[in-house]
C-alpha cells in the first residue's frame, strides 16, 4: 500500500574530544601539578517529533547528518566544549527503524517527542584526572571516544486528511494530480485507481494530506466493482470530498448512488463532514451545468461547488473548503488531547 512514506538516513555522532597532558608552568613554582583539562562530548544524533511537518520529504534531499565532534581539553584545566547535537525532524506518527527494518529504535507517537538515536563519543580525560597520592604527574591522558554511525529507516503511515470519494471516472485521480505533486494514473474507463493514492497539499500556507481511493459503484458493499474495502483508508479522515461527474446522466443519482455505499458500509463514515464538488464543469454547456447543479443541490441538500480538475477551475475553493474543516477538527483534536493529558 502507498501510505507509507520512507526514508533511509546516514547519521554519525559526534567523536568525544581527547583529554589534554599538561603541567603548570609558573615562574617560581616547582613541580607544577598536572592540569590538562578533559576533551568534550561529541554531539548526539537526535529524532523528533516536530508539529507541522506532514511527510518525510525533506529526507529525499538531505540524507547525511552528522554531530559535530567535541573539543580537545587544554592545558590550565580548560574542558573541551562539547559538539553540538543535530536534530532530525520529522513528523509525529515516524517510526525509527535500524536499516534492515526490522528493529524498531523509536516510535515518536507525539509532537515534542524526541530519541537519541546515536550518542556522541565521550570525551576523554585530561591528565589533571589522573593525579593521586602515588601518581602526582601522570603523563597520559584519555582519548575521546568515537562517535557512532549507521544507517536508519524512519517510516511514517501517512493519515490521509481528507479522502476523494466518487463514482468511477469522475475525475477522482485528476483531481489529486491538479492539486499535488501525486502522479495517479489516469483514463477514460472505470477502475483506473487500484491503489490509494496520497498527495499533499498546500493552500494559503497550510498543508494537508488528500487520498484518492478506488471508485464505488452500485452494491461496493456487496463486493461489486472493487469493493468496499478502500472505504477503510479514509475511514480516520477529518473530512470527506465527494467528486461528482457533471457529464453523466444524472449528477443527482451519482451522488446518491456513492451515498448508499457509504451508508452501508458504515464505521460512520455517512457522518463526516462533507465537500461536494461537481467536476468536468469545462465539458458542460451553461445550460447542462445550471441543470446538473440542480440536481445535485437537490441531492445533496446544499449548493455543489463547481470545478474543473482539468482546467484548475474553482479547484482553490475546494480546498479552502477542506482546509478549514481540517483546522476545525484538528484544533479539536488537540483540545481533546490537552484534556486528557493535562500535563503534557
Ligand atoms: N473534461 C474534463 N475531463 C475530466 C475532468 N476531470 C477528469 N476528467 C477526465 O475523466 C476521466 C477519468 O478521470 P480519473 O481522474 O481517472 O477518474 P477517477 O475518478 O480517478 O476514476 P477511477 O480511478 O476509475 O475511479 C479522464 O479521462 C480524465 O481526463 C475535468 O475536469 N474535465
Ligand atoms: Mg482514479
Redo the contacts with the bound molecule.
Keep these: 500500500m502507498k501510505f507509507l512514506d520512507e526514508a533511509k538516513v546516514y547519521v554519525r555522532s559526534g567523536d568525544g574530544g581527547n583529554g589534554c597532558v599538561s603541567f603548570r608552568r609558573e615562574k617560581f613554582i616547582e613541580f607544577g601539578g598536572p592540569n590538562g583539562g578533559d576533551g568534550g562530548k561529541g554531539g548526539d544524533v537526535i529524532v523528533e517529533a516536530v508539529d507541522g511537518l506532514n511527510t518525510l520529504i525533506d529526507y529525499r534531499y538531505q540524507q547525511h547528518f552528522r554531530a559535530k565532534n567535541g573539543h580537545a581539553g587544554m592545558g590550565k584545566d580548560r574542558h573541551g566544549a562539547s559538539g553540538a547535537d543535530v536534530v532530525l525532524k520529522v513528523p509525529a506518527g515516524t517510526q525509527v527503524y535500524e536499516e534492515e527494518g526490522k528493529t524498531l529504535l523509536a516510535d515518536l507517537t507525539q509532537v515534542g517527542q524526541r530519541a537519541v538515536v546515536a550518542r556522541g563519543g565521550n570525551g576523554g580525560f585530561g591528565n589533571a584526572h589522573f593525579k593521586s597520592s602515588t601518581n602526582r604527574a601522570p603523563r597520559h591522558a584519555n582519548p575521546g571516544q568515537p562517535g557512532e554511525e549507521l544507517t536508519i529507516r524512519l517510516r511514517l503511515k501517512l493519515i490521509a486528511d481528507a479522502g476523494i470519494i466518487?463514482l468511477?471516472?469522475?475525475?477522482?485521480?485528476?483531481f489529486l494530480a491538479a492539486v499535488s505533486a501525486a502522479k495517479p494514473k489516469?483514463?477514460?474507463y472505470?477502475?483506473?485507481?487500484l491503489h490509494p493514492q496520497l498527495g499533499v497539499v498546500e493552500i494559503d500556507g497550510r498543508e494537508f494530506v488528500l487520498a484518492?481511493i478506488?471508485?464505488l459503484i452500485e452494491g461496493a458493499h456487496e463486493g461489486t466493482g472493487l469493493g468496499d474495502r478502500f472505504l477503510g483508508h479514509v475511514e480516520r479522515c477529518r473530512v470527506l470530498l465527494h467528486i461528482v461527474d457533471g457529464t453523466i446522466a444524472d449528477a443527482g443519482l451519482a451522488y446518491k448512488t456513492v451515498r448508499a455505499e457509504l451508508e452501508a458500509y458504515g464505521q460512520g463514515l455517512a457522518d463526516k463532514p462533507e465537500v461536494v464538488a461537481l467536476?468536468?464543469a469545462?465539458?458542460l454547456t451553461p445550460e447542462q451545468l445550471k441543470q446538473q447543479s440542480t440536481r445535485l443541490k437537490g441531492a445533496a441538500e446544499r449548493k455543489p461547488l463547481v470545478v474543473?480538475?482539468?482546467t484548475g477551475a474553482g479547484v482553490a475553493d475546494v480546498l479552502r473548503a477542506l482546509s478549514r474543516i481540517i483546522d476545525r477538527d484538528r484544533a479539536r483534536a488537540t483540545t481533546a488531547a490537552r484534556a486528557w493529558h493535562p500535563h503534557s
Excluded at 168 to 174: D, E, F, H, Q, Y
Aim: aromatic residues 4%.
Design positions: 466518487g468511477p471516472n469522475a475525475g477522482k485521480s485528476t489516469i483514463a477514460d472505470p477502475f483506473t485507481t484518492d478506488p471508485g467536476n468536468k469545462d465539458a474543473s480538475a482539468v
